[in-house]
DNA sequence: CATTTATGTCAGCTTTATTGACATAATTTG
DNA sequence: CAAATTATGTCAATAAAGCTGACATAAATG
């Protein structure tokens, strides 16, 4: 049932004309990094499901991984989410042991996020795919200018 | 109510030590990705609330204001999600006359979309922050550098 | 001792996606 | 021309990942 909604012609309001540079904007880059990140974390999706995961818990276990004893609030804050978005995903992991929990040694309130063994290696094979897309990407960009590119990621970054 | 699951010490199964650069992969770039998008998608959310609309508006905006006229089918192609995904976005979009139909000239049962003027003007608005953000990045890396931060970002996407 | 902080949990809601099934109209093919 | 395929739309059910608000507990802090 196609939609009844379409003209049979373009009117006075129809714009035809592509948006491109203006204002100084470069709509190309833009999306650049729109296709590159859609591509980027398309990797890890098989072998998360797998596991029954998607990539919330990626995130988790990345981070987890990275900064073993982090706190609960540190995490929360890194991946700029609320408390309620992370409880199901962060109860899942440590159910189904790749992430554990150990009480702050200062502060015996925070809950210090450690990976297991099991975490630890799941944290590698997501990371595995996403290495050798970079890696094939700085293919022909000598080392002095990858610095370029980390450069302008960290540029992109809130600095706060 | 922390949690009971909490050990009170690291236990056989803690993994203590960060994951750092092994296997050659740079975990450093992969979280610069991470965090870098996770930037740049945000500048948009504030002015899509103000009409209601969310991340998926914003992407099929921006795509049919690039390349006006393109079919329903181009435009799942290019965001890689299903009709079924789309059909409500865009619904909304058509609605409030950001976005029109127009049937095909060669093929009758295309819907070729166009953005209106008002959908012309919701796409800058969206660009204008995220562009800005590009540009403050960009400062420092001449214009022949630049290239390589395209050649990169192009190299992450999937070649197909 | 009162307050604040770190964490967890319950309930309900939203957005964005999915799969499967089916309908219509137009094009293409045998 | 009749049959099959294609482009689109729609209904229903479901899932993942986020949100707000409210409330509870235990530990730290004033």
Same mark, same amino acid.
């Given at each position: ?68 004893? *982090?706190?609960?609030? =540190?995490?929360? @804050?890194?991946?700029? #989410?609320? !408390?309620?978005?992370?409880?199901? +995903? ?47 990407? *700085?293919?022909?960009? =000598?080392?002095? @200018?990858?610095?370029? #590119?980390? !450069?302008?990621?960290?540029?992109? +970054?809130?600095?706060?």
């Amino acid at each position: 049932m196609p939609s009844e909604r379409a003209r049979k012609v373009p009117d006075n309001d129809t714009v035809t004309c592509p948006m491109s540079d203006g204002e100084g904007i470069d709509f190309n880059i833009i999306e650049l990094l729109f296709f590159a990140y859609r591509d980027f974390t398309s990797d890890p999706d098989v072998i998360l499901s797998k596991s029954g995961f998607g990539r919330a818990h990626h995130r988790v276990v990345h981070f987890v991984n990275r900064r073993p004893g *982090l706190s609960v609030a =540190d995490l929360l @804050e890194t991946l700029k #989410i609320t !408390k309620q978005s992370l409880a199901r +995903v962060l109860k899942q992991l440590i159910e189904s042991g790749f992430v554990q929990q150990v009480e702050g040694t200062e502060d015996r309130r925070q809950r210090c996020l450690y990976p297991t063994q099991k975490g630890r290696e799941l944290a590698l094979e997501l990371a595995r795919p996403q290495s050798r897309r970079i890696t094939k990407a *700085l293919n022909g960009i =000598d080392p002095g @200018e990858q610095i370029l #590119i980390k !450069k302008f990621l960290q540029g992109m +970054v809130d600095s706060d």
